[in-house]
């Protein structure tokens, strides 16, 4: 598409209208949103991706220079590639936790050390890049020797305290929020008498609570407690749970209504968006915009992160981009990442979802709209998946937002992240032409762009090989694990 026909589609079209220069059908002026500075709606905590839950990242730490650099800008660089907003790290525990094992900070009740493997490292460098990134933990597997294999014990209180006390004490790294335990029940009575009082007796009154992280309709059961349960609502400070949304063919199970009105901050904790191609990144705005349109949940997290291990490993190449071949400097970066750019770029956690320019389309899509807490800045984020012709909609900007300049990205099969020419409004009112099964960020935002760097060429593991360890300059520095 040439760039006239662009600039003709977003032309003001009330305005061309009334001068009778274009013939507009009657679905083409079907859909109006009015973003209103003044309109309620829920606090945005952000968007992100898990490490962990598995070994899937232990390759990228082995990339040599440049490539490490440009593939962790990728990933965490504001204002360039996905721009995650959380990172959410898989506290290791020597156990199988999906497709491999990360190495704990407490192999027995005697032993620490808090240089072990390689996620302390990765938040550092995404720390390195926006000092701003949210930091969430949970356990998967877990040490035998805790509660003598009775995870909810106060063991296991302690340990999970060690693990943030040293991530702080050795790292530097705060982190803001922990979950129970992924995908392992739930356990009420070990939150409130065992885990929050051991938290706040070793001072860590700041790190946030996410309970349960589970998945299923049942997973939601527990969460109604708080309603007779002081203590417990006292001690949560979010609800969590795995897979809520629903898109394409996909069907997930959200939060039902009495679970919303608790009142809650409400995070998908996991979501899994397993696909290739544009169609995973479409589906990861589609999943994002659902979950707060549907179930007014405020925080979107995809697992995983990076497919960063070795190709006959399941759930490869699902992901935002594929890093495993360190010997080669070779990664690709896929269109999923261009998915999250379209968030993480426009938008801080922190800012204020607009409820009454939140919604689904008709014809196919749904959209959501955030403003900066102070006014002024906002951002419209679209997806027309299943949309089978162009729609335009018209915006209508009140409330004390800013009435200037507009700018336009979009994504589609063809091509991602593209900025479009931008629109002024006419009286606080413009008109955006959306294409069918396309991505769209509309806002007044700037300083956003796509990163781009080109790799070395893939290349064969170097056989033969051999490790004789003698070229570690100390096991520390690599988290005491080889290459």
Known sequence: MGTAT??????????????????????????????????????????????????????????????????LDFLFKPNYGAAMQELYIEIPGDGNATQGSELSHMHSRTDENYDRGYEWWLMKEAKRRNPLIVLDAAAWSA????????????????????WVMGAKSVHGLDIDYLGCRNERGDNTTWLNNIFRPTLDKNGLTKVGIHAFDNWG????????????DATLKAAVYAIGSHTTASYGSQRGTPPPQNVIDIGKPIWDTEEHVYEHGFQCAIDIVSAFNFNYVNSK??????????????????????????????????????????????????TKVGWKYLDAACGNFTGGGNYVTMMAPSGGDYTVIAQTSGATATKNVTFNVTGGLSTGTVSVWRSNATAQFQKQPDITPANGSFTVALDANSI????TTTGQQKGAV???????????????Y??????????????
Request: net charge negative; charged share 10%.
């Open 6 to 71: 662009i600039r003709a589609r977003l032309v003001f079209l009330p305005a061309a209208l009334a001068f009778g220069l274009l013939s507009v059908s009657a679905d083409a002026l079907a859909q109006t949103i009015t973003i209103d500075g003044t309109g309620a709606g829920r606090t945005y905590d952000g968007i992100g991706a898990v490490s962990g839950g598995g070994a899937t990242s232990p390759l990228l730490m082995d990339y040599v220079e440049p490539q490490r650099t440009q593939i």
């Open 143 to 162: 040490p035998a020797w805790l509660g003598n294999g009775n995870f909810w014990s106060q063991d296991t209180a302690d340990y999970l305290s060690k």
């Open 217 to 228: 309709a049942t997973s939601w059961n527990w969460a109604t407690s708080m309603n007779t």
């Open 297 to 346: 949940i405020t925080k979107t997290i995809y697992w995983h992160l990076i497919t960063a291990f070795y190709s006959n490993e399941p759930f490869y190449d699902v992901t935002v981009a594929v890093a495993s071949s360190p010997w080669s400097g070779n990664y690709t970066i896929n269109p999923a990442l261009w998915g999250y750019a379209h968030v993480g770029q426009f």
């Open 440 to 443: 769209y960020t509309i806002g």
């Open 454 to 468: 080109t790799p070395p060429a893939a290349a064969s593991f170097p056989m033969p090989y051999y490790e004789t």
């Open 470 to 483: 003698d070229h570690y300059a100390d096991f520390k520095s690599v988290g005491y694990r080889p290459y």
